[in-house]
């Protein structure tokens, strides 16, 4: 079982995130009860695309590179997540696969939550579960933007 001033600094880190950001102190502290400290190493894979998606990350030191599969089947990199971000969103609301793999880009943290947890969370607290998803809604927006403006660039190249 977790300890409070474990809970407290949990919630202190969890609130430097984008996710959390703006969160009031007793619906961060919902989250911090239900997170899980996970340490990475230079390399090592936190999840492989095709994976169950039981898992939303808080990266709270180090980055995470994301990696998908091109038209040829080979692996390339898609983006790097630094601190304050989040990854596993989409696979966890979506109730879907992993749909790209994600590996430690040198040391790093995070907080993972589990799936089921954090619906069952979500269910119960119509205020948290808004913030959620607004923030959630407001992440995936600006992805889409880039992808959006950078498959613009990428075209104007080719032409």
């Known amino acids: 079982m977790r300890e409070h001033g474990d809970t407290m600094n949990t919630a202190k880190e969890l609130a430097e995130t984008e996710l959390f950001k703006d969160l009031p102190a007793e619906q961060l502290a919902a989250f911090a009860a239900i997170a899980r400290e996970a340490?990475?190493?230079?390399?090592?894979?936190?999840?492989?695309?095709?994976?169950?998606?039981?898992?939303?990350?808080?990266?709270?030191?180090?980055?995470?590179?994301v990696r998908a599969k091109d038209e040829n089947g080979d692996?390339?990199?898609?983006?790097?997540?630094?601190?304050?971000?989040?990854?596993?969103?989409?696979?966890?609301?979506?109730?879907?696969?992993?749909?790209?793999?994600?590996?430690?880009?040198?040391?790093?943290?995070?907080?993972?939550?589990?799936?089921?947890?954090?619906?069952?969370?979500?269910?119960?607290?119509?205020?948290?579960?808004?913030?959620?998803?607004r923030q959630v809604c407001r992440e995936l927006i600006k992805r889409l933007k880039s992808t959006t403006r950078d498959m613009g660039y990428f075209k104007a190249r080719v032409v």
Request: proline share 1%; net charge negative; with cysteine.
């Open 39 to 65: 340490r990475y190493q230079p390399g090592q894979v936190v999840y492989e695309a095709g994976s169950a998606g039981d898992a939303l990350y808080l990266i709270v030191a180090g980055e995470f590179v």
């Open 75 to 133: 692996e390339v990199e898609v983006a790097t997540l630094r601190t304050g971000s989040y990854f596993g969103e989409m696979e966890v609301v979506g109730g879907m696969s992993r749909t790209a793999s994600v590996a430690a880009d040198g040391d790093a943290r995070c907080y993972r939550i589990d799936a089921g947890t954090l619906v069952d969370l979500l269910k119960r607290n119509d205020k948290i579960a808004a913030h959620f998803y």
